[in-house]
């Protein structure tokens, strides 16, 4: 039975950051998924992990990442890809965020650069924010998924087991563990089919 929903925030609740990073290639000259490609050498100890950890701050992983790119041949701002980290709510997912709401507990997992508490003092994002019962982020607890430590936190913060989790993410690599410990788990690439399996986990309704 499940007992809390656990969500991702970049790519679930907010539109996805690879759609971001793909128009700022584009507009480089850049060939398809090069942040991608970049972030898969070392991802745990790579500029990325660190930046995530709070291990160094935005100046030292533009050094980093840059550094890591043109060992790898590649010419990139480190800037703009940190601007596309901003994404747009979805008004579906913060629909459904409401009616769960309602019935049970809510976590939000981030991997993020800057906690949250710094970057939202008000607006919409806030007010979303504000839905969840634990914020758990990267930059705050020096831990990431898919650190199994991660969910751990979410789940001692919640007072849940994993089994009586589910648990929503964009990315494959980030289910693995959540499904491995007993998690349900929802992949997010269509939020509209997302949200259909998820109602289906709960057994009631998200419209």
């Known amino acids: 039975m499940i007992k809390a929903v656990l969500f991702d925030f970049g790519g679930v609740i907010l539109t996805s950051p690879f759609d971001a990073f793909a128009l700022y290639e584009n507009e480089a000259g850049l060939p398809p998924d090069t942040v991608r490609f970049i972030n898969t050498q070392n991802p745990d100890g790579n500029a990325w992990a660190l930046m995530e950890r709070n291990e160094v701050d935005e100046a030292g992983f533009c050094e980093l990442f840059e550094a890591e790119a043109l060992a790898l041949g590649i010419e990139i701002s480190a800037r703009r890809v940190l601007g596309c980290l901003q994404g747009e709510l979805r008004p579906e997912m913060v629909a459904a965020l409401r009616i769960i709401k309602t019935r049970l507990p809510l976590a939000l997992l981030t991997n993020n650069t800057v906690s949250m508490s710094k970057t939202h003092h008000g607006g ?55 499904r491995a410990m007993g998690m349900t788990t929802i992949k997010v690439t269509d939020p509209a089919s997302a949200l259909k399996e998820l109602a289906t986990a709960l057994n009631f309704s998200l419209q």
């Open 124 to 178: 919409e994002q806030a007010e979303v924010l504000a839905l969840f019962d634990l914020v758990v982020e990267s930059s705050v607890v020096g831990v990431r998924k898919p650190e199994p430590e991660f969910y751990e936190i979410a789940c001692r913060g919640l007072g849940v087991l994993p089994e009586e989790c589910v648990f929503l993410d964009d990315l494959g690599v980030n289910l693995k563990p959540a």
